[in-house]
């Protein structure tokens, strides 16, 4: 009992000491960098894919995730999300051996100027599973498992791409250029003289006069 006690202490102590260091058990998902500080998730709430992302981002602690878009500096879509099952091989029987399943999710974050900061990126993740028509309710559940594991897979793929979104740079404004003074000849064209007798040709004259008879 005593032993039993005094690892539950140390448990304590130790959890209160990587509390007081800032230590944060999911880690450091998205990290300091980003151009924004909150997000708006574009996903229904009654969609798996949408209620991981909202736990995963609101327990990195750096973005908060605002219930509407107008709050937030950024907005995560989900452009697509397809689940695709194919069969990969039969049995001497012509039954299915194996499936392969194939979870696609294609997603952007644009900033309130409604500019992208990620454009639209395709996530695919494959998984193969084998079938025994004699199991069904287990191949189901296997089925079901494997997708949830794809798509736990995919919100981290998710998070390291928007981690990794730079602020996009402003272009760089060019010196204007020198204004040439008022009344300075421009580049090219001979100096006026200002004696009366014209220079441009080097004595020889340029207009054109009729033939004499």
Do not use: W
């Amino acid at each position: 009992m005593l032993k039993h006690r005094l690892l539950l202490c140390a448990l304590l102590v130790s959890t209160l000491a990587l509390s007081a260091c800032g230590f944060k058990l999911r880690g450091s998902v998205l990290g300091q960098n980003l151009p924004f500080k909150s997000i708006y998730i574009n996903v229904p709430a009654t969609s798996s894919l949408g209620s991981e992302l909202r736990r995963n981002i609101r327990g990195s602690g750096e973005v908060t995730v605002t219930d509407t878009a107008d709050e937030a500096e950024a907005v995560l879509s989900i452009v697509s999300e397809r689940r695709d099952k194919t069969i990969l091989s039969l049995n001497s029987q012509g039954r299915v051996r194996e499936y392969g399943l194939d979870y696609t999710v294609v997603f952007r974050v644009q900033n309130r100027k409604h500019a992208d900061l990620l454009p639209p990126t395709t996530i695919t993740l494959e998984r193969d599973m084998s079938y025994n028509e004699n199991e069904v309710l287990a191949k189901e559940s296997e089925e079901a498992m494997l997708y949830r594991d794809m798509q736990s897979d995919a919100v981290q793929q998710m998070l390291r791409r928007i981690a990794a979104i730079k602020p996009i740079e402003k272009p760089v404004e060019m010196p204007a250029s020198s204004a040439v003074p008022t009344g300075a000849p421009a580049a090219g064209t001979p100096a006026a003289s200002t004696s009366g007798v014209d220079t441009s040709g080097a004595g020889t004259s340029t207009r054109a006069y009729p033939a004499s008879h």
